[in-house]
Each structure stands twice: as C-alpha cells, then as structure tokens.
C-alpha cells in the first residue's frame, strides 16, 4: 500500500477524531473501499491520467452523494493532489486505522471450504490465545490449502493448513 494512502487516512482519521466523526467516516470509508474493490470501471477511472478531475469529483459525488463532509473534503483533496487513484488504499487503511484506534482487530481465516460452526469455535478459541482484543473474524476459501485453517491476526499468524503439515512432514523426509 502507497505510504501516501497511510499518510492521508492518517490525516482524515485525526481530523475526523478531532470533529468526533469517525466512525460516521469509518462507515463511509467501509463503502468507498468495497465499492472501489467491487467496481473495476471505477477504479480504472481513478485511476485513468487521461480522465480530468473535475470528471472524477462528478462520478464520486454521484456514487457517494450522502458522505460525511470530511469524507467528500479527502475527495477534494486527493483530487486537488492529483492523488486520486489512491482513494481505495485510504478508505482501507482509514477503517484499519479506526479499528486499531478502537482495539477491534480483524482475523483473517483462510478455509479450503467455508468455515463450520465446529471450525468457527476452534478459530475463536485460538484467537482467544494470540489476542485479547475485540476481533472480527473474516473468512477467505482458498481450496490450495486442502483442509485446516490459517488464521492471521495482525502479525501474528497461526498455520493449522493440511498443505503446512505435508510441507513440513517433505522437509523432514528430505533431511533424512
């Protein structure tokens, strides 16, 4: 992720903090990211150096018409920078940036299938032991991992996949 995006959710996450507004921007910033990732067209559009700026403003204000003001004066800005094509890594860093500010942490676990309700309890009782924040558990199907689960808090990860057991059961045949 650009370092600018980091720089600029960090601005308007100060600003919005100061105006007690973050979460109402938070919740902005929850809709301009999925939109972004959901919309290909939008995003080469920001993205595009051939498309004009005040072109960009109309297609946000059109997509986005009830945004908080501090979240249209980051469009504004962005635009006025020619930092645009950054909005999507903003609007993602922003709402990680306001979960971290709020000790909500977001758990990625990686599934071959969707997860069981028997999965989801072993996942929340590991998460239990690397964390004692608030976690959101996010699940992603990977099929590659053939069984188990990778659960990936922060930094921390914890790798229960079948694929990590047959690795690591390779090196230990190949060493011997």
Not at 14 to 42: C, R
Not at 119 to 127: D, F, R
Not at 153 to 163: E, H, M, R, T
């Amino acid at each position: 992720m650009a370092r600018a995006a980091i720089r600029y959710a960090k601005a308007a996450l100060s600003l919005a903090s100061d105006q007690k507004a973050a979460e109402a921007v938070n919740n902005d910033m929850i809709a301009i990211a999925k939109t972004i990732a959901e919309n290909d067209e939008l995003d080469q559009v920001l993205k595009s150096s051939v498309i004009k700026a005040e072109v960009k403003s109309a297609a946000l204000s059109q997509i986005f018409p009830k945004i908080n003001k501090i979240s249209s004066e980051l469009f504004n800005l962005l635009i006025a920078n020619k930092r645009i094509d950054v909005l999507g890594d903003v609007a993602q860093k922003y709402s990680v940036l306001f979960d971290e500010l709020n000790g909500k942490e977001v758990a990625k676990v990686t599934t071959a299938v969707p997860m069981t309700k028997d999965l989801e309890i072993k996942v929340l009782a590991k998460i239990k032991e690397l964390t004692n924040k608030a976690v959101e558990v996010e699940n992603i199907v990977d099929e590659n991992i053939i069984g188990g689960f990778i659960l990936r808090i922060g930094d921390k990860q914890f790798n229960a996949s079948v694929l990590n057991k047959l690795n690591n059961l390779k090196r230990e045949f190949s060493l011997n």
